[in-house]
């Protein structure tokens, strides 16, 4: 057998008869501009609303976090009668860190609204005080200078903080010199130290500018127990699990109960994944969307699937002739798949051009202060799940569209093909399959509505404001972090 160009005869047979169908296909759609463009078109809105909505859905729920072993951090939380989740007390945060078996590091953050004073005057700016480990508890490293010492949050402590990438860029204009300067933040004078990657964000609230070691005000409730106003991150020991610290936590939390029954009483402990923790109210709403994305784009592929319905009935006679003339069913279908193969492809470039707007036209419409508080949104890049989930779609799309052309050939009205000649009337069948398309389109409309009510609904009590003051809100005044006091 003879090998041309390092290929046996036969795969260039199937090689040329691919060419051939896809040459056919595209004359074939051709002919009928108006179904051709309606059906791409339909697709391309499906897909670009699918796309869009999976790209902020991979940004804030499959994206692993930037911090190092992600899945070992949690959240650390308080508990008591009115609320599964609280804050916590500095005290019992030193208890809990010097108590538990189950955390390689326990740290604490709180953010608040402070004031820097300039050349300028006086400014608000939003501040976050940590105590020393924070930042390796994350596995986080400043690109500039140095992370806190241990022992720097402590109140006999000289002052320090780090900044953030864009407060050193737009308040520090990006200088390497800034290592020592001083800023005055509340009436303190304060030396700078490092600087955090540009990547780097921790909005379990807004996005702080200054991070400061965290110096326990004895004037104020940081000393006291039964003050609460702080939020825990911890590292998980190697080979322990959720479950685990959990139980360590809860008897911790009971030991302290016990002994300081006045400030404690009640009062528990639990952890939860800090993705969770980050993501907070973002995880439902995005799901309900990406709920709705979906079922657009089965309204749109049953259209699409509609349409090839009358387009396969305008194509029984050539169906008959061609089998006729010795066609195999087999030889058909693979004609239809490469039909179908064209229109889902051809829908899919420009679905995924349309879905490069609609990215941008979406993120234009959420507010500064929204983005502070989810800023793994800022980066919506076509990594491979999103091109896998295009493509996912497209050969989705391919295969439904090849469906309806397929079936006609073992269809008993077939064989009237040829005696029907130009007579245009539609099969029994396939007016009953029309309608039964019909049926699910309404029905998944009739679904999409009512999922955009209960989205209303979500975001409702979820965010206890309207959609339209959640994405075009302006930035409100810094308020401090949540903070109560137990009753005695």
Known sequence: ?????????????????????????????????????????????????????????????????????????????????????????????????????????????????YTLTTAEGAQPVRVARISDGFFRTLGVTPVLGRDFAEGEDLASAPRVALLSYGSWQTRY?????????????????????????????????????????????????????SCHGLYGVARLKDGVTLQAALSDIAAIAKQLEQQ?????????????PLSDVLVGVVRPILLVLLGGAGLLLLIAAVNVAGLLVVRS??????????????????????????????????????????ARFATQLLKSLVSPDMMARTPFLRDLSWNGRVIEMACAIALGAALLLSIPPSLRIWSSELREGLAEASRGSAGTTWRRLGGKLVVVELATAMVLLAAAGLFGKTLYYLLRVPLGIVLLAKPTTLAPAPCWETRR
């Open 260 to 272: 300081y029954p006045e400030s404690n009483r009640q009062q528990g402990g639990t952890l939860a």
């Open 1 to 113: 057998m003879a090998i041309d160009g390092g290929r046996s005869p036969s795969k260039d047979q199937m090689l040329d008869t691919l060419l051939r169908d896809f040459r056919f296909a595209f004359r074939q759609l051709r002919q009928t501009p108006g179904f051709t463009a309606t059906a791409i078109v339909v697709l391309a809105l499906g897909m670009s609303a699918s796309v869009t909505i999976f790209r902020f859905v991979d940004a804030a729920l499959i994206k692993p976090l930037p911090y190092r072993e992600p899945n070992r951090l949690v959240g650390v939380f308080g508990t008591n009668a009115s609320a599964v989740q609280s804050n916590l007390s500095y005290p019992d945060y030193l208890d809990w860190k010097r108590m538990n078996t189950v955390l390689s590091s326990l740290d604490v953050y709180q953010t608040q609204g």
């Open 313 to 354: 009935e305008s194509r029984k006679r050539e169906i008959a002739l061609r089998m006729a003339l010795g066609a195999s069913a087999g030889r058909l279908i693979t004609q239809f798949v490469t039909e179908a193969v064209v229109l889902a492809a051809t829908g899919a470039g420009l679905g995924l051009s349309l």
């Open 173 to 225: 204009g990006g200088r390497t010199d800034i290592l020592g300067q001083i800023a005055t933040i509340n009436d303190q004078p304060t030396v700078i130290v490092g600087v955090l990657p540009r990547n780097f964000h921790f909005a379990a609230d807004r996005a702080a500018e200054y991070w400061l070691a965290f110096h326990p005000n004895a004037t104020g409730c940081d000393l006291r127990r």
